[in-house]
C-alpha cells in the first residue's frame, strides 16, 4: 500500500515515530526508520552539538529517511532549525508552536515540513504557509497537549485541509490506525507505545511504569501554567496536580521544581522528582518488544480490519 504519506516520507508504512523530548534520539529513531517507519530524533531543547552528532549517528544506523522534531518553546529553536538545514535532514515536524517563520526556508532546502497542530485554526495557518502535512494531535498523547481528542480533532482537521492529515494521541495498536483511517487521516504518529521497545534508551524503571500503568495511572499537570503536560502518575505528579488544584503551588514554584525534570525521569529513573511523560493508552501497552515487532504487528492488525494490504 502507498498514499501520500508514504510517498511524502519514503517509508513503507504511513507511521512516524512520536518527538519525544530527552527520549528519542538516533537509537530509537533508526530502529523505527530501519523498520519502515519514519523515526525522529527529538531537538527538545537539547544543545546544537547533541543534535548534530544525533543526526550524524542516525545516519551512520539507517540508510532510511528519518526526521528531526523541533520543540518551539526551546530557546535554541532558530539554531536546531537551521542545523536541520544543514544536515540535509529528509522531515521536520514540529511542536508546542507556530512554525510559520520557518516554513520558507526548510522548504527552499527540500525538507519535507509537518507541523504537529492541536486545533483546526492552527491547521489551516501551517497549510497556508506551505506545510506538506500536519499531524492533529490529540489530548491522549503524552507530554504537552492541547484540549481537543483524536477522535474530534482529526475528522475535522481533514474536512478543513487539502493536504494529508496524521493522526496521534492513543494510537498504539492495530485498531488504532484503523480508527484513524475511517477518520479520513492518512497516517499515524506513536509515542507511548515506542517507549517500551527494545531500542528505546530510557532508564528500564520509566519502561516498567509504562508496562505497569493501568488506563487510570495517568495525569495532566501544568495547566496553571499555562503549558498542560500529560504524565503518568507518580508521587511527584500527584503532589504537582494537588498543589495546582488547591492553589499551595504557585505558577513560579511549578516551574522551578520542574525544571530538568523530564532527564530526571528518562535518565535517571527518578521518580521522586521525575515527569514521566506518556499516553492515555499506556494502559495498552504491556510488552516491551524490537520496534520492528512493533510496527509489523500494528500493520498487519489494521490491515486485516481495513481490509488493505500495507
Ligand atoms: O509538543 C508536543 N509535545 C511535547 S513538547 C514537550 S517539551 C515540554 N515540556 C514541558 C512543557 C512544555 C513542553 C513535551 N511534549 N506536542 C505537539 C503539540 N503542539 N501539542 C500542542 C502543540 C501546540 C500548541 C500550541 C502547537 C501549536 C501551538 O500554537 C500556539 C500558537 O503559537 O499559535
Redesign the pocket.
Same mark, same amino acid.
Given at each position: 500500500m502507498t498514499n501520500r504519506i508514504t510517498e511524502l516520507l519514503g517509508t513503507k508504512y504511513p507511521i512516524i515515530q512520536g518527538g519525544m523530548?530527552w527520549v528519542a534520539e538516533s537509537t530509537l529513531a533508526s530502529a523505527v526508520s530501519n523498520a519502515g517507519g519514519l523515526g525522529l530524533i527529538a531537538g *527538545?531543547s537539547a544543545p546544537i552539538d547533541y543534535l548534530r552528532d544525533q543526526i550524524r549517528r542516525c545516519k551512520e544506523l539507517t540508510d532510511k529517511p528519518f526526521g528531526v522534531n523541533i @520543540?518551539l @518553546?526551546s530557546p535554541n529553536a532558530e539554531d536546531l532549525a537551521q542545523l536541520c538545514i544543514d544536515e540535509r535532514v529528509n522531515v521536520v515536524t514540529t %511542536?508546542?508552536?507556530?512554525p510559520g517563520k520557518f516554513i520558507p526556508a526548510w522548504k527552499e532546502a527540500g525538507i519535507k515540513v509537518i507541523p504537529?497542530?492541536?486545533s483546526v485554526a492552527?491547521a489551516k495557518r501551517m497549510e497556508r504557509a506551505g506545510a506538506d502535512a500536519v499531524v492533529a494531535?490529540g489530548t491522549e498523547?503524552? %507530554? &504537552?497537549? *492541547?484540549e481537543n481528542t483524536t477522535m474530534c480533532l482529526v475528522p475535522q482537521v481533514v474536512d478543513a485541509l487539502e493536504i494529508p492529515v496524521i493522526a496521534a494521541g492513543g494510537i498504539a495498536d492495530g485498531r488504532g490506525i484503523a480508527a484513524s483511517f475511517m477518520l479520513g487521516a492518512e497516517g499515524v504518529q506513536v509515542g507511548t507505545r515506542f517507549l517500551a521497545s527494545d531500542e528505546c534508551q530510557i532508564n528500564p524503571v520509566y519502561k516498567q511504569l509504562v508496562i505497569d500503568a493501568k488506563d487510570t495511572d495517568n495525569v495532566v499537570t %501544568?495547566r496553571t501554567t499555562g &503549558?498542560p503536560?500529560r504524565n503518568l502518575k507518580t508521587k511527584f505528579s500527584k503532589m504537582l496536580a494537588s498543589g495546582e488544584k488547591d492553589g499551595t503551588l504557585t505558577p513560579e514554584k511549578f516551574e522551578e521544581i520542574t525544571l530538568g525534570s523530564?532527564r530526571k525521569a528518562v535518565q535517571d529513573g527518578n521518580t521522586d522528582e521525575g515527569s514521566f511523560?506518556c499516553g492515555l493508552i499506556a494502559g495498552m501497552v504491556n510488552e516491551v518488544k524490537p520496534c520492528s515487532d512493533i510496527i509489523n504487528e500494528m500493520f498487519a492488525q489494521a490491515g486485516k480490519l481495513l481490509n488493505i494490504d500495507f
Open positions: 523530548a *527538545g @520543540m @518553546m %511542536g508546542a508552536g507556530n504537529v497542530i492541536p492552527l494531535e498523547s503524552g %507530554g &504537552h497537549i *492541547g %501544568g &503549558h503536560c523530564l511523560l
